[in-house]
């Protein structure tokens, strides 16, 4: 038997114990069913890692969403689960991005990443890398929640042991907009 690229899947073969009435007829059967069974070996194979892929996700520490060409969210991980408690949400659509459904078709239409990052109200900053699946028609979507980061760096200057920040106050985003409560700015490149 062989798979569909040509390597070698395993023997197949039949016993009689009396001498075959028609041998061509026997071969041309076994040959028929070794082509089906070596489709269903590799199809079986094909199944287990893409089982073994999709726990991928499950297992990812970090924030982990997948969303529809429409911007709808299809999948989190309980990573994303644990992110939307701490923040005091109840579902993970209530921290997404302001205009996610916007990043999304963009992400679709240019094939380009989109990074993302917000302030919300309570000075928590998510940073949102947005990976389009073009062929799939879904962007994946990962989140890090870098308000420690951005506390860390402001106490760093405080204590003159980084470069003065350049033109923004320590602690918000590079990029992001004065005086909006959630402040954010999206990127692609």
């Known amino acids: 038997m062989f798979d569909s690229g040509g390597r070698a899947l395993g023997l197949m073969c039949v016993l009689y114990v009396r001498p075959l009435p028609d041998p061509a007829t026997a071969k041309s059967l076994l040959q028929v069913f070794a082509v089906r069974a070596a489709a269903e070996l590799e199809r079986l194979r094909a199944q287990r890692a893409l089982e073994k892929l999709a726990l991928f996700p499950r297992a990812d520490p970090n924030p982990v969403l997948e969303f529809a060409a429409d911007g709808a969210l299809n999948y989190w991980n309980a990573a994303t689960e644990r992110l939307t ?105």
Request: hydrophobic share 35%; glycine share 8%.
């Open 85 to 189: 408690r701490s923040m005091g949400k109840s579902h993970p659509r209530e921290i997404l991005p302001a205009d996610t459904p916007g990043i999304i078709r963009k992400c679709l239409e240019t094939g380009i990443n989109g990074i993302v990052m917000e302030t919300t109200g309570a000075d928590r900053t998510v940073s949102w890398a947005f990976i389009p699946v073009a062929n799939k028609r879904v962007v994946l979507a990962y989140a890090v929640e870098i308000s420690f980061l951005l506390t860390l760096e402001a106490e760093l200057r405080r204590l003159n042991m980084l470069d003065p920040p350049r033109g923004r106050k320590p602690g918000r985003p590079r990029g992001a907009k004065k005086g909006s409560e959630d402040d954010e700015d999206v990127r692609l490149h």
